[in-house]
């Protein structure tokens, strides 16, 4: 008996605390898009100050500030890849190309089953306590008309994961030799 009234309470505790801090069962229960038959994929890396104004990047490391990949015909994806690789004014870098056929199989894979929330994030409820990320920077992801953000207390958000495995995708898309096309 006093155990099933512990089961009670642990239940009732958990509604209780749900039905204050919406999104707090963020990680249970996510909905799932299919996003795999896309015309028009969109990656923006929004900060302050602009990601493709900005010359802070550590030398070496490719910093991805836009991507679009935008299906031609049946099968056929073109890709643009945006960003800077180091801080000096000539490090910026435009990749423009056709997708191939395995890159095309590995995004379709990793667009197929997106998990996302509609409701704030639980820590926004709470600003005063200081918990959570600075928002000088925000990752958005658009496929269509259905844009997700990697962070945000307002938006639609993508899981964080999910997102992670996006951008490091467009990442291994930029030429393996370093060699990219300054505009």
Same mark, same amino acid.
Do not use: K
């Given at each position: 008996?006093?155990?099933?009234?512990?089961? +009670?309470?642990?239940? #009732?505790?958990?509604?209780?605390?749900?039905?204050?801090?919406?999104?707090?069962? &963020?990680?249970?229960? @996510?909905? *799932? #898009?299919?996003?795999?038959?896309?015309?028009?994929? &969109? #990656?923006?890396?929004?900060?302050? $100050? $602009?990601?493709?104004?900005?010359?802070?990047?550590?030398?070496?490391?490719?910093?991805?500030?836009?991507?679009?990949? *935008?299906?031609?015909?049946?099968?056929? &994806? =073109?890709?643009?890849?945006?960003?800077? *690789?180091?801080?000096?004014?000539?490090?910026? /870098? =435009?990749?423009?190309?056709?997708? *191939?056929?395995?890159?095309?199989?590995?995004?379709?894979?990793?667009?197929?089953? =997106?998990? &996302?929330?509609?409701?704030?994030? @639980?820590?926004?409820?709470?600003?005063?306590?200081?918990?959570?990320? $600075?928002?000088? /920077?925000? #990752?958005?992801?658009?496929?269509?008309?259905?844009?997700?953000?990697?962070?945000?207390?307002?938006?639609?958000?993508?899981?964080?994961?999910?997102?992670?495995? +996006? /951008?490091?995708?467009?990442?291994?898309? =930029? @030429?393996?030799?370093?060699?990219?096309?300054? @505009?």
């Amino acid at each position: 008996m006093g155990e099933c009234r512990w089961r +009670i309470c642990g239940v #009732y505790l958990l509604l209780c605390t749900s039905s204050f801090m919406p999104g707090c069962l &963020y990680a249970f229960y @996510p909905d *799932t #898009y299919d996003a795999s038959d896309f015309g028009e994929f &969109y #990656y923006r890396f929004e900060s302050d $100050p $602009p990601c493709l104004g900005s010359r802070d990047a550590t030398a070496g490391y490719f910093r991805l500030c836009e991507a679009a990949i *935008t299906r031609e015909a049946e099968g056929e &994806y =073109l890709l643009v890849l945006e960003g800077h *690789t180091g801080d000096s004014s000539d490090s910026h /870098y =435009l990749v423009e190309r056709a997708m *191939t056929g395995s890159e095309v199989e590995d995004m379709l894979a990793l667009f197929r089953e =997106l998990h &996302y929330n509609l409701h704030p994030q @639980p820590f926004c409820a709470i600003p005063a306590a200081g918990i959570g990320f $600075p928002e000088s /920077y925000e #990752y958005v992801f658009r496929w269509d008309g259905f844009e997700l953000v990697g962070y945000d207390c307002d938006r639609a958000r993508l899981d964080w994961e999910r997102g992670v495995d +996006i /951008y490091w995708f467009l990442i291994s898309l =930029l @030429p393996e030799d370093e060699t990219v096309e300054t @505009p």
